[in-house]
């Protein structure tokens, strides 16, 4: 392949990125991804082993163009963590209380409401929900703080519940996976998050979350609700114990679940953040890291049609880096989030929507509000928050990482 060739779709890459891959032994997987060939485990190896990220982002880069030209999507939506009462005890979080700790909360059905009420002047088009397994919850409080949702905000897509949560309810009330996605949609449910997967293998399992489902259990439920129609993300939370195998593990995992289903709209890869949690001996990942776990992801799933740039977790200022790196997505307005916060995210909790797209729009990206589902929502809408409401900047210098995304 000549330099500055073209890709399949139009995307260009520059004949010094070209030239760069071609003296970092990447000559090969650059020609197959230009031609629109699927990489494999040994491919992968080779750009994680590989250090010119700026050629292998180039590269990812082209993917990303040829996929969504320039655009970069963002969504106005509002976070609500019902419970941060878990009994699973990973070790990555942050987040999470025994029932018994006395900052451990349960909202009832009457809070989501009165916090979906405080912004009922926001145009949010999405709730975001997740929470602890906290087994002492009925099924009906699940089904009620949907109904509850639906009732305030009529229009809202309620994007709720992990794997982990769905499978935790499967055992709790002894109905199968399909039938509690089924009754959660009926109340209301639209998608779901695809937090909980962290490392979809047994050695991550073992190590770090024991007492919640594993790779096997979380794609099973995946797929189960693909099949149901609802549409799910899927994250990585990268850079503790797990190897590089473990991240080509989890990656071809997801893929190949996406070649079967063709339910998952983003892959989210989550930088760990340490602090508050049982591994805080642990360093962050890098910024060099998260760039190229984003261009990595967006080479090696080919089947995924988004690579979201989570900037609570990453920074806004490195998830706007992203957006040439392979990702297409920086998330939301996100306003309240409390997981993140409580691993100490310095992230401003409320980014308004003109900050959102002034990210974009400095990255030289053109900013598109989607709804949930990824279709483009019409401009000339009045903004999230207005100019007044715009949060502090996004911090200059290297922000704590959050541990995770709940359940
Ligand atoms: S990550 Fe989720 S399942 Fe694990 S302890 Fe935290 S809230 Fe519980």
């Known amino acids: 392949m000549s330099p500055g060739a073209v890709a399949a779709g139009g995307a260009v890459l520059p004949g010094i990125a070209s030239l760069a891959l071609e003296r970092a032994g990447l000559g090969d997987i650059r020609d197959?991804?230009?031609?629109?060939e699927r990489l494999t485990r040994v491919d992968g190896r080779a750009l994680y082993a590989n250090p010119d990220l700026v050629a292998i982002g180039a590269l990812a880069n082209v993917v990303r163009e040829r996929r969504h030209g320039d655009a970069a999507y963002y969504i106005v939506n509002q976070h609500i963590n019902y419970t941060n009462v878990c009994v699973a005890g990973c070790k990555f979080c942050a987040f999470y209380r025994t029932a018994k700790q006395k900052d451990a909360y349960v909202l009832t059905p009457a809070d989501v409401e009165t916090r979906m009420r405080q912004h009922l002047d926001d145009p949010v088009r999405e709730?975001?929900?997740?929470?602890?397994?906290n087994p002492a919850l009925p099924f009906d409080y699940y089904l009620d703080v949907i109904r509850a949702m639906k009732r305030v905000r009529p229009e809202v897509h309620v994007k709720a519940f992990t794997m982990v949560e769905i499978a935790a309810m499967a055992e709790n009330f002894e109905l199968p996976p399909a039938t509690i996605l089924s009754r959660l949609k009926e109340a209301g449910l639209g998608s779901l998050p695809g937090g909980g997967a962290e490392i979809l293998t047994d050695h991550a399992h073992q190590v770090l979350?024991?007492?919640?489902i594993d790779h096997r259990a979380w794609i099973e439920v995946a797929k189960t609700a693909h099949r149901l129609g609802l549409k799910s993300n899927a994250t990585m939370l990268y850079g503790h114990v797990e190897t590089i195998e473990d991240r080509l593990d989890h990656m071809i995992l997801l893929r190949?679940?996406?070649d079967e289903t063709d339910g998952f709209m983003a892959f989210i890869p989550l930088s760990f953040h340490p602090e508050n949690t049982?591994?805080?001996h642990l360093s962050k990942p890098?910024?060099?890291?998260?760039?190229r776990q984003v261009a990595i992801g967006r080479l090696m799933l080919d089947n995924f049609p988004h690579i979201k740039a989570y900037w609570i977790m990453m920074t806004p200022r490195v998830a706007q880096a992203a957006l040439h790196f392979?990702?297409?997505?920086?998330?939301?307005?996100?306003?309240?989030e409390e997981i993140f916060h409580r691993a100490g995210?310095?992230?401003?909790?409320?980014v308004a929507e003109r900050r959102l797209v002034d990210l974009i729009e400095e990255a030289g990206r053109v900013p598109v509000e989607r709804d949930t589902l990824y279709n483009a929502v019409a401009p000339g809408r009045e903004t999230a928050l207005g100019v007044d409401g715009i949060a502090a900047p996004p911090p200059a210098g290297p922000a704590p990482r959050p541990a995770s995304l709940g359940a």
Do not use: N
């Open 32 to 36: 197959k991804v230009l031609a629109g």
């Open 127 to 133: 709730i975001h929900m997740v929470g602890g397994v």
């Open 209 to 212: 979350f024991k007492g919640k």
């Open 256 to 258: 190949e679940a996406q």
């Open 278 to 280: 049982r591994l805080a």
């Open 286 to 291: 890098s910024a060099i890291e998260d760039l």
């Open 326 to 336: 392979g990702a297409d997505d920086l998330d939301g307005t996100v306003v309240t």
């Open 345 to 350: 995210a310095v992230s401003p909790q409320k």
